[in-house]
């Protein structure tokens, strides 16, 4: 390849991570004396430094190699995938103390999981998005199963990997198809050569599509390829079920809205209401089938994929303005559903029950928890005042404005599905009476992390201007003009 | 001027969060705030509705306009802004809400279970319908909306009592399951609508005011009202999408039924004219027969269906929906002696619905029974009570001199203006049966010999006696003197396009 730029500086983040999970293995090994709670404080200064030293870049746009973007996108996603690592390390602390082994390597996983995920969010070519992809992917695998002695565990983490691996396949299959039509993986140059057709396109194009359609919609857990979310959900260690909930699609989606806007948006009359439909179709059966759940973690996990159907929206509607506005409610969903794991991991650490009539009573035990609850999961209903509302209501317009309104009246109804079986939670913790009336002990490292992420759902719900401005910024980087006066010679 | 509207807002969400502050052992200084919050609001209630200038021009007062978001997305210069003001239809409604969140917690004092929770949830509840009242960017308006709906579940679940009909039960939790997905379910038609008028209207701002300005193509104009129309009718008890109405009122604690049928239905038929008429003129005059049609089988069902009732505040809960049915009416005769009528009986239906649910919580309180066939001749023992109860029935069948009177009076008027003599003559009848089920409920329940099982009942307590008096004082405001409410109210109304 002509016109290399080797910047490595470029990627100091991402060293400092993979030095950091190193570090923390090591730190396990030598001076294990340490315990496994403060270890899981100590990785968490990894990835929030990470997320720091990023800002460096603010405003910059530059790539390394031809293959990663610095610029305002990949500084926004760096700093937000630094942000939810070091929460899952700082959530995962007192649980993995209780029930976990070899916290070293757990930590590592996650780590690296941040590494993986930015790669995803940075990567302008085919080949290096894909090996992000699995970096993430293979790190979930082994999270999702640490818990060896739980079988849940081993097959939630078993099935994660099996269909993981197939829709691997799939979307390399899928690279394969686009490389033989279009002779690049450079999404730009698959945009050039897209927007170039005058004739008909070939059907191995087309294939292609889908092919990286499905095995991108195994990452986000679109249906119908949303099979495994449940068991990895309910298997998974709980903070790795907040790990997978909020990173593992937050990549996915940076990765695709990116390469939708710079490869596949001159097809886009072709591949809209293939998108749209696969939206109906999660947010349908994630909202209907969550209803019926009686485990909190299957629940979320359902709830989840309704989350992607509207996330899909954005997808669907795809244009500077829907992009800013997934990625707006993207990192609004994302944090409140950190939020209401959090809670759920305070809940388990100190009860080491997940079933939703077990929390009852929970406001009368822990008042400060069943409302941080309380609020983060109004928020997933799209209530007001939390970030929820403002962040569907634009997500939602945006898809309106581009002739997309009975989508987007669609996914409105799905909304208010959604309030049922949240209500229902809430009925739990604030009706029913609890078994035995004795206070929660306070744990105030995890109150501190709920408190933070509960005033970001406030935040954004509230004043989402600052993180608005932001968004935009990041997602103005990705569009063509701004991508072509940058491009590298292309080979 | 404006900082009062805004004030409006702020304090009930400032005494919300003291009350989060507040240990919950102190249950007496949560309770000291609740009242001086209530106060504060029920006095800038009444000087917003008294200063307001009533002289014609396009009625908007003490605007306040800050940008929210801007710029961004999709999103033009004033994008979506806090953007605040009163005119003469919101006017008389702040007042009510005042007179009525007060009222409220005088007949609060005595929740003694989880009193802290309860006034953080009610005090939302109210600034969510203060909100709307005052809003003038549709997703702010939207948003106070749904503030003002989502407190009700927990206040209706928790705080709630469960009936008991023998041969089956209404619980509490059925009750406020149902009162929240339907208004939500109604919601989710209102964000269609939005979303329509914004991408139709292609401004790039929520800001009604410009939003009202635009003439939409009359085919938009079709199909889009209806989504206001039935989105804000289930929360304005529109037939047949009522049913959460009596249930939710009946499962609610008093002090939640009288916000709830006092003012918060309110907001639906509010949101119909705010919204539907005033941006969607014609949409309004296409399908007013329609909302003409379900307003009078409102009125006609819920009377017939209150005049069947054992149930006092089952009978009450039926009467909202009758003369909701009246509001509906009154805005479907598109004219300003009826839409005039109509906004007069949201306040009038306000104050004299809460007197009542006031007076039927302070029977059940002692009772804990509220079939009228069960008491009789308590009078006697509760004279205040009684009385009470009877003026608030009496404005409710129109007596004049009485609130009810002068809103329906000018409804009626309106309606047969309009040519809608069927719709009028349905009224009067609908006007028939209120005064045959309330002559029957005072005489079955107050009058007569005295039902011996009840010589025990004290009066209301004196909480309950000073909301009763409040409420009354309203009653009789506007029964006496009209004058102030039908001049900011017609001086609104008129100018509105499409009304004639």
């Known amino acids: 390849m002509t016109g290399t730029n080797l910047d490595w500086e470029l990627l100091a983040p991402e060293f400092i991570i993979a030095g950091w999970a190193l570090a923390v293995v090591l730190l396990d090994l030598f001076w294990g004396r340490l315990g496994k709670e403060p270890l899981g404080y100590v990785a968490a200064i990894g990835p929030l430094a990470a997320a720091g030293v990023s800002l460096i870049w603010v405003d910059d746009t530059r790539n390394f190699g031809g293959l990663i973007d610095i610029n305002d996108y990949t500084t926004l996603f760096r700093v937000f ?26 930590y590592a996983l996650i780590l690296m999981t941040v590494i993986g995920a930015t790669g995803m969010a940075a990567a302008r070519e085919l080949l290096t998005a894909y090996i992000s992809l699995e970096l993430l992917s293979f790190s979930l695998y082994v999270l999702t199963s640490y818990a060896k002695f739980d079988l849940r565990s081993n097959e939630g983490g078993l099935k994660y990997m099996l269909l993981g691996a197939f829709s691997s396949a799939f979307l390399l299959y899928g690279i394969g198809l686009m490389y033989g039509v279009t002779q690049t993986t450079h999404y730009d140059g698959i945009g050039e050569v897209l927007s170039g057709y005058t004739e008909d396109i070939e059907f191995a194009m087309y294939l292609g599509l889908a092919l990286i359609i499905g095995g991108l919609g195994f990452k986000v857990a679109a249906v119908p390829f949303h099979m495994y979310t449940p068991d990895a959900y309910e298997g998974a260690p709980l903070p790795v079920t907040a790990l997978i909930s909020a990173i593992s699609k937050a990549a996915a989606f940076a990765l695709m809205l990116k390469l939708f806007v710079q490869a596949f948006i001159p097809l886009i009359d072709d591949w809209r209401y293939f998108v749209a439909g696969i939206a109906v179709a999660t947010m349908a059966l994630g909202n209907l089938v969550a209803i019926q759940q009686s485990n909190i973690k299957r629940l979320l996990a359902y709830s989840s994929i309704g989350q992607v159907g509207y996330l899909l929206l954005g997808i669907a509607a795809l244009s500077p303005e829907s992009a800013s506005a997934l990625v707006l409610h993207m990192v609004g969903y994302v944090t409140t559903n950190l939020a209401a794991f959090v809670a759920i991991i305070v809940f388990y650490n ?22 941080s609850l309380t609020i983060a999961l109004f928020s997933l209903a799209g209530m007001p005042l939390f970030a929820g509302f403002a962040t569907k209501f634009i997500l939602f317009q945006a898809a309106a404005q581009e002739d997309l309104l009975w989508l987007a009246g669609i996914a409105a109804f799905f909304s208010f599905v959604s309030l049922y079986y949240y209500l229902v939670i809430i009925r739990e913790m604030y009706l029913g009476q609890p078994d035995e009336t004795t206070r929660f002990p306070t744990p105030w490292l995890e109150y501190a992390a709920l408190t933070v992420l509960v005033a970001g759902v406030f935040f954004v719900g509230l004043y989402p201007k600052p993180l608005f401005d932001a968004v935009e910024d990041s997602t103005d980087s990705i569009f063509p003009p701004a991508a072509e006066a940058q491009s590298v010679t292309q080979p | 001027m404006e900082y009062v509207l805004l004030s409006l807002i702020v304090i009930p969400i400032a005494c919300a969060v003291l009350f989060v502050l507040v240990p919950s052992h102190y249950p007496q200084v949560t309770r000291y705030i609740a009242l001086t919050g209530g106060l504060a609001m029920f006095t800038l209630s009444a000087v917003v509705f008294f200063v307001y200038e009533f002289n014609g021009g396009s ?13 961004v997305g999709f999103l033009g210069d004033h994008g979506i802004s806090f953007f605040l003001a009163v005119d003469g239809i919101a006017a008389p409604l702040v007042l009510l809400n005042g007179i009525v969140i007060l009222a409220g917690v005088f007949v609060s004092w005595n929740i003694t279970h989880r009193p802290k929770d309860f006034f953080v949830l009610l005090f939302l509840l109210v600034s969510g319908v203060y909100g709307v009242f005052i809003s003038q960017d549709l997703f702010f308006f939207f948003f106070w909306y749904e503030v003002a709906v989502l407190p009700m579940y927990l206040l209706i679940a928790v705080w709630g009592a469960s009936s008991d009909f023998g041969t089956f039960t209404r619980t509490k939790e059925y009750g406020a399951m149902k009162l929240t ?3 939500v379910a109604g919601s989710v038609l209102i964000f ?21 300005a635009v003439t939409y193509s009359e085919d938009f104009q079709k199909w889009c009202f209806p989504f206001f129309m039935v989105g804000f009718g289930v929360l304005a008890g529109m037939w047949p999408l009522h049913t959460w109405s009596p249930d939710g009122h009946v499962a609610a604690p008093t002090a939640v039924s009288m916000l709830h049928a006092g003012v918060l239905m309110k907001l639906g038929a509010f949101g ?24 009078v089988t409102g009125a006609l069902y819920g009377a017939t269906s209150a005049l069947t009732q054992r149930d006092l505040k089952y009978m009450v809960g039926y009467s909202s929906v009758s003369h909701m049915g009246f509001v509906l009416m009154g805005l479907a005769s598109m004219n300003t002696i009826g839409v005039t009528g109509s906004v007069l009986q949201m306040f009038a239906h306000g ?19 509220r079939d009228m066939t069960k008491f009789g001749g308590i009078a006697r023992v509760m004279p205040r009570h ?13 007596l004049p001199g009485l609130a009810g009177f002068v809103a329906e009076f000018h409804i009626f008027v309106g309606l047969f203006q309009a040519g809608y003599w069927w719709a009028g003559a349905a009224g009067i009848l609908a006007a028939a049966l209120t005064t045959t089920y309330i002559t029957r409920m005072i005489a079955r329940a107050y009058f007569g010999p005295l039902n011996e099982r009840w010589e025990g009942l004290k009066e209301m307590r004196i909480g309950e006696q000073a909301a009763a008096a409040l409420l009354i004082a309203g009653i009789l405001f506007m029964g006496l003197w009209p004058a102030p409410f039908v001049d900011r109210i017609t001086d609104t109304v008129q100018t509105i396009p499409g009304i004639g």
Not at chain 2, 276 to 291: K, M, N, R, T
Not at chain 2, 351 to 369: I, K, R
């Open chain 2, 59 to 71: 009625g908007l007062r003490y605007d306040l306009q800050w940008d929210w978001l801007e710029d």
């Open chain 2, 272 to 295: 119909i004219l705010r919204v539907g008429i005033q941006i969607l003129p014609d949409g309004a005059e296409f399908w007013s027969p329609v909302l003409m049609t379900v307003g």
């Open chain 1, 81 to 106: 995938f630094g942000l939810i690592g070091g929460f899952a390390c700082i959530a995962s602390a007192r649980y993995v103390r209780q029930g976990l082994l070899h916290p070293g390597e757990y």
């Open chain 1, 350 to 371: 100190w009860s080491g029950r997940e079933e939703i009539h077990e929390f009852r009573g929970l406001a009368e035990r822990a008042p400060y928890l069943a409302l």
């Open chain 2, 386 to 398: 009684a009385a009470f109860f009877t003026i608030a029935g009496l404005s409710s069948l129109g």
């Open chain 2, 351 to 369: 104050v004299m619905t809460a007197l009542m649910f006031t007076n039927v919580g302070a029977v059940y309180d002692q009772a804990h029974l």
């Open chain 2, 192 to 212: 269609v609508g939005i979303f329509a008028t914004f991408t139709e209207a292609g401004l790039g701002t929520f800001d009604m005011t410009e939003l009202r």
């Open chain 2, 181 to 183: 997905m339907m208004l």
